[in-house]
């Protein structure tokens, strides 16, 4: 059963009979139960929004309950077991949490591979760097586009470390396809449908971040838009919500992860430099997001963040992230979780290929 | 002086030497004033949120205090009157006030003209229907597309009213452009800033609504990116933010009316209908958002609406709907306002054209 | 009926029945109804927060709902017509709009009388001064406590008008009803629970402020505390929300009055000045409200704002009040309502007592 | 220096001449800075909200920026290092992390003593019950009073554990002083001043909860209150907001902990109950906190929630609190603090004095 029609307390039998005819209509299977005060009509069967708006607008209805979930192929109950999948040998989702790390925006050769070279030896899994950048205002830096996207496959390529970054426009799917291992769909896209359609056709993996006002289960759909498209390699990454508490950024909601992970079998990461917006806050809000059970989390580091094009007031120097990542380590352990190690030494890296 | 550096109470010489060399090599004009307990530096020019954010790092300051605003074409004080324009002889702006009204999505021919014509003889000036819904759920009727756009030029034809419909992937700006006369960008859309580079260009009136989370500053950068292309025509739409408050579908910020007025040249709308979600608060609203100085409202008028195939709940009766717009009318000449009347009886209307 | 148990798809007949069993331990009639995928339990009786925690932790129980309201004094079921009641001859609640007005915090004899006298020719009905100020700050102006209720009253005496003023400790309740006409509750009291029952067992009307993050039926509660002591003369206050919306001292949730007037048959004000934060937006909000419904407003008005101890930059100044209350007038009118003059034509006001 | 008033640019000569001479005669120091578009005007002294407002509404003047903080006793400023201090032998505050622990409210005396005996051998080291409930209900169980803090007593002495209860009426001090260690504030009454001030005269420890919509700076100036009365062993709790956010009862705000911690002295706790409203996430959100370094947690704990007279949903179950202790010492290990233990092993208990 799907739905609960509670009928008012004074509503007429010709109204229940209407209630019920029209669920039949709409193709759900009625059943009735008159209680001494009021009666209940259950509608089993393929529940849509549209579907609750018209019946909650019969007369004599009280109110319309939904029980089942609007997400099917995002939810426990579809696939009870925590989604777990590969991205270039690097094994995302179930007990593994992986740290993605590297510059918010893709600025320079020398930034980038000297940002990814440290993250890594810290223990990073994932490079990240942005290439095309939503920005607030038109006059800001907005990305060096392709040529950013070819020096992030160079730096993946050389570090061995898969890489994720941003798209932010369908028809730019292609290109960052060819040269990118992780989509990401970032907080003012999440509800871009026809974006989240065709990152799905691609078959690559998607990092999808909660919009800034998103409810847990509107990022679900979102997720479900995806997975709709036989793509089932979704990550989902809780990055900071809108509130009046204007300290920080945004307010990490720590306690999206464990009702994510309640509702949905996909990856949890979290991004604590977008909440935080400031570097002093991130250790705090990254150990509060593993402790919580995240699977991992996104981190941005910059080695000279006084100078960066974007967000430098957030980034970690790359001393302070091999700090991070020992703690982090050791909070997974704790929880029961091992973090994919993405250290050198594990993976023969040689340092003499890097720009002097 | 767009910036003002506040330095540390302890911070010394050297460190104030260090950020006047900056703000010179970033191009802006700095000068200095020394209280007796804190020095403080300003910075005239070009402000952009980098520059800003890479002064807040350097060692010695205490924080950068920003004074001008981040938009300029869409501020007051580049443009000090109200905009006022032209759509299909509708003038909107300044103190003309202008409702849009008809069904939320167009579902069939019949549906479209019955409410297009109720709407246009109560009083409403613009017709709107959605061809592009973009929905919560992949699994929910997404609108007729290309099918729809034609049924809504060919109302707007018969009833002698420009059109709005909303768009929402730059690749639809062109068949989009081809059969309505304003567009439309979503809530969800109103960051997604390619979108907005489209409708920019093609000189088309853009009615951009706010996002459930987004700042009056955040809105008019928006409305920046388009004004960046040229095109000056942009409407501007309240339509409810998301808060804790549950009882409505998003509380509508009437307070946003005011405020976006007093920074901004552009026309302020409203939405009562998402805001209330359901169709006995819309009055209320409504008016309340033309007291409050709205120069316009989009309301959601449907025939039938118990079938409706989108956000039926908060579709206004046609009978209602002329009640309404009489006490429109009423409330906004108190404010010193006048509605645009859409009437038939002005239009020389012939109603023998319709469909039985 | 009260609570509807849904029991999880999955939940076998022995938890049923331990559900029933619990429901009639509990003193509540049980109802059962099996459908083809859940049962369902629903629980006729009084209905408490704490027996639908309880029945929520039983094992096979996915849900609990409840369908009838918590509040039962407070609810437009008890008690269908709108209240309506007299204070010192001016009848507020139903179609009567009343206007509040005077000074934030009573200061000096002087600024009292000459803001008392200004807002009684412009048509207010009844006077606010503070004398007990609730103040975030220990070493701000906390008010002129009983000297201040003095002059309070002295100037209703004089003005032949209602007074208004602030109680925030139950210890203050005797003192505050001695001297001023309705009591009111702050924001930040409003689950002041042990002062909401002292000022319930007075008997004087009571005005309860909406907490700045209270649901509706929160405030609702609040006042069933007062009127669970037999007072019925309660009026509630929407007077904004603290939202991410920060342009504004507070969000003013216009929808709130509507609601409420749905939910309850208590009298709904508005305070425009607390929620806009400045003086230049205070009419808009003033109007936004009475044109959604409200039955009144407590707008702060004082003759030298720029010199007041508390909130000057949110008061009127006396000559726009007297243009204000003629929109009002003229709003109220559209909504069906009528605004109570207060104005000394009517109650043949000697302007000689007044101190020179 | 504590203000900044910066001029319109606009703004005339004898404009900037009025704002020197009123700062001046608010007893402050005034300089200025002439720059090349716009004038600053500094001043230096006693700022209170009241000066600022007045400023702000001085004719030429753009915007009054604030530059220190409002509170003084609560800031690091004032008192550099953590504020450590002791309750019975309890270390509070700095490195020291404490769990408070057991039932919401105090029911029985069998369920405060096997909750209580559980939660120390457990290694909380402080008892938590509540005597006086603040329900939003009238018809709710408002807790025993007087007899419940006579149980609590005992139970503390026969554990020898420090406790802690909620008062909510000035009226009750006295009594609550006389049988509680830790005067408990709640999220309700953070801006209940005269509450504060009184708790602050006794001397005792105070425990602040953060409003549910409470600024951190809001919740500094509440402790201040405290301070202000010479009362320097305060703690503050954060407990969860209110957002949009429905999927838990409050959104845990994380990032207040560091928040606070730079700013202020004072330890830093926090309730994961609360904030989840359902046991199964508390873990979660517990881990969290103490990763991001607050100094102790308060739990709800109760051997039989289901039976609870109030918020059983969210208390743990005795053997989860085992497991959920052990976590919170590791923890706490790798964040570089120590859990104070409360082990019976260490203080000799002897459970024979139990009732049967």
Known sequence: MDLIVVMKGTSLLGEVDAVVARVNELGLKPYISRGEFRT???AIGERTVQIQQQLEQLP???EVMVI???YKLASREFHEADTVFDVKGVRIGGGHVNIIAGPCAIESSDVLFSVGEAVKRAGASILRGGAYKPRTSPYSFQGLGREGLELLKEAGDVLNMPTITEVVDPRDVPVVCEFADILQIGARNMQNYNLLLEVGKTGKPVFIKRGIAASINELLMSAEYVLSQGNHRVILCERGIRTFADEVRFTLD???IPVIQERSHLPVFIDPSHAAGKRDLVPSLA???????????IVEVHSCPDRALCDGPQAVLPNNF?????QIKEVAAIVGHRVTNGD?????FDYSVFPA
């Open 344 to 348: 050198p030494a594990q993976t023969a």
């Open 322 to 326: 091999v700090k991070l990542m020992q």
């Open 40 to 42: 209940i009509v259950g």
């Open 60 to 62: 004599g209805v009280d």
């Open 254 to 256: 720590v306690s999206a």
């Open 68 to 70: 089942s979930q609007p």
């Open 287 to 297: 150990l509060a997001g593993i402790a919580a059970g995240a699977q991992g989390a």
